[in-house]
């Protein structure tokens, strides 16, 4: 059998959705990861324009621009007067849906069937199109609602600056020596992830931050060993002390 590309290969029966005054719109596989890719651009701080989307979904803008006008006729997404795209309150209900979806197909993937962390992020993508109500509830119901997904991540959206709020730092910020847990990673990008996994920087896993390099690298403790890493990895890395960590604090 071929390797499946992260992309969406599989056939994923498209699914509707009754939105107020307005007549069944008929979902597609395309129409959900513009949604989503939009609520997520949104929530990482970044204006989204129809060339962030051509970005995060890697297509062309062509394709996006076609993308954003069955959208906008389907009532999902608008644009004001500075081309900054917007969601409906309908297309935000959507995206926030299949967010639900991605973290809970991980946890079961991770959880039940033991699939490595970094790999169960690609399967969601494609999985979370093809769940239905009736399995996201027993999904729900086993696994937990509203818990952080293996890479860390947290299914409301959960700003940088709700982030930061709650103490978070991304790890090429920190300048003092000490003890730090990582909270959680960026999740798209499956070499990124399998960097991470190599050195051991796991979410959960604590560590020792102990100096910081000539070359632009920082040099951490993790349990009898050290390891070095660089700011392009640090940086998509958020770490909080674990100094005075308390149970259940998110
Ligand atoms: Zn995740």
Redesign the pocket.
Known sequence: MPHLKPQHTAAVRPQTVHSAGRKAVKMTVSKEDYLKAIAEAESEGDVVIAATLARWLSISPPAVTAGLRRLKRDGLVRKDKGGRLLLTSEGRAIAERIRIR??LI?RMLHEVFGMEWYK??DE?ERLEHAVSQDFEERLTAVLGEDR??????HVVMDTIGDRRERGWRRLNEIVNAGKYEVAAVD?RDRRFLEFVDSVGLRPGQTFEWKSKNYDDTMTLGLDSRECRIGVTAAERIWVRSAAGKRRGAR
């Not at 952080?148 to 991540?153: D, K």
């Open positions: 991605h973290n991980e169960v992020h969601a952080p997904c293996p890479h860390g991540n999740e």
